[in-house]
């Protein structure tokens, strides 16, 4: 069977990009994670050619891992399929699902740990909440189900790009996503949840320390002297906030995939 040119140019962009050097890198003691979405890529785009390049380089100098809190095939269709082979660290959902060196190493889901009485709780709520909420447009997907969070979106996730950019405006201007998330901690105290406002239409609701720094505790202390951590969302409330700073990382705030780079050159 036949390949359209964009396949191909995907599968052999993807198998420069695996292989990797096996030697470990200059500096296996520093480690740097990066988040996905406004990082490494535009938000819910796709990573540049360029970029997994700048990566490959970065990653013979010091160990590299991708911390996003999309699940795996989210974080795949962004940074290509079979991204767990190509960095030896990398965490989907906050690192509820965490790979190293291309293995499995844990996966935890939150409908085990909430249980399903609460999950059914939440949902039947969020319903009825954005059944009373008067947006410009409203779309579908207002939950989606995550095996590490719940993902909410008063507009639903399925609306357009432009429609998404318009939303974001809208949110900013009239604290829907804020009024919404302060609504629910009242709503649902006893159940000890964090909310976190990320991207441009929506919020995850988890358990408290589900954010990002869950996946620190497969990063042994013993193993590293210094951990940095980039990403785009670190005031208080963003979603990487708690990494960010945490007392073991060193955070750093970026504004684009192109800061990113430019802040690695000259750090590393």
């Known amino acids: 069977s036949h390949l359209t040119c964009t396949q191909e140019k995907e599968c052999s962009f993807l198998f420069k990009m695996m292989v990797s050097t096996t030697k470990s890198p200059d500096n296996p003691r520093i480690i740097a994670l990066f988040d996905v979405d406004g ?22 100098k010091i160990t590299v891992g991708i911390v996003g809190g999309s699940d795996l095939p989210k974080q795949e269709e962004q940074l ?28 935890q889901t939150v409908a085990t740990f909430l249980g399903e009485d609460n999950i ?14 008067d947006i410009p447009i409203k779309r579908g997907t207002f939950i989606e189900f995550r095996s590490g969070m719940l993902n909410i979106s008063p507009i639903g996730r399925n609306c357009s790009r432009e429609e998404r950019n318009d939303y974001e405006k809208f949110d900013l201007a009239h604290n829907i996503r804020k009024n919404m998330v302060s609504a629910m901690k009242e709503e649902f105290d006893d159940l000890n949840l964090t909310f976190s406002i990320g991207g441009q239409i929506s919020f995850d609701v988890f358990p408290t320390g589900w954010d990002k720094t869950y996946c620190l505790q497969f990063l042994d ?24 700073s945490h007392d073991r990382t060193v955070g750093h705030t970026v504004e684009s995939p192109e800061d990113t780079k430019e802040q690695c050159q000259e750090l590393f």
């Open 80 to 107: 290509g399929r079979g991204i767990v082979d190509v960095f030896p660290y990398n965490f989907s959902q906050n690192g509820l699902v965490a790979y190293r060196n291309g293995q499995l190493l844990a996966v």
């Open 221 to 244: 202390e013993k193993d590293y002297d210094e951990i940095h951590f980039f990403g785009d969302k670190t005031f208080e409330g963003g979603n990487d906030f708690e990494i960010f």
């Open 120 to 133: 059914k709780r939440i949902v039947n709520w969020v319903l009825k909440y954005l059944s009373e909420i």
């Open 39 to 60: 990082t490494l890529t535009l938000p819910r785009g796709e990573v540049t050619e360029e970029m997994m390049i700048f990566l490959k380089e970065l990653s013979k």
